[in-house]
Nanobody, 123 residues
Framework: VQLQASGGGLVQPGGSLRLSCAAS????????IGWFRQAPAKEREGVAS????????YYADSVKGRFTISRDNAKNTVYLQMNSLKPEDTAVYYC?????????????????WGQGTQVTVSS
């Protein structure tokens, strides 16, 4: 099971980025996929997840209405569309996979982690 996160970069406040999480060695639709982030000197936190059974999506309050998680089954990839970015969104973003059928923002639920991609929001 491997996860490859990409798409990070430097963006101005109010801008947008789309992160990708490409899965290999497994079918991503069989797993709940989550996005997490970790800012300097802060704990890693859940941002968004998409479940298996109901395809339900879950978001942290801080990103609701601005971020959207989605799947592209044909590409075995999960995306995180990030709009209206703020400086406080600056962090290393990670994707992870969980064998649980339901989405969650709890780190302990996730079994497999990809490497991070840096997102910096600054003018």
């Amino acid at each position: 099971v491997q996860l490859q996160a990409s798409g990070g970069g430097l963006v101005q406040p109010g801008g947008s980025l789309r992160l990708s999480c490409a899965a290999s060695g497994f079918t991503s639709t069989d797993y709940t996929i989550g996005w997490f982030r970790q800012a300097p000197a802060k704990e890693r936190e859940g941002v968004a997840s998409i479940g298996v059974i109901d395809g339900g999506t879950y978001y942290a309050d801080s990103v609701k209405g601005r971020f959207t998680i989605s799947r592209d089954n044909a590409k075995n990839t999960v995306y995180l569309q990030m709009n209206s970015l703020k400086p406080e969104d600056t962090a290393v973003y990670y994707c992870a996979a969980s064998g649980s059928y339901y989405g969650s923002l709890a780190l302990r639920q996730y079994d497999y982690w990809g490497q991070g991609t840096q997102v910096t929001v600054s003018s």
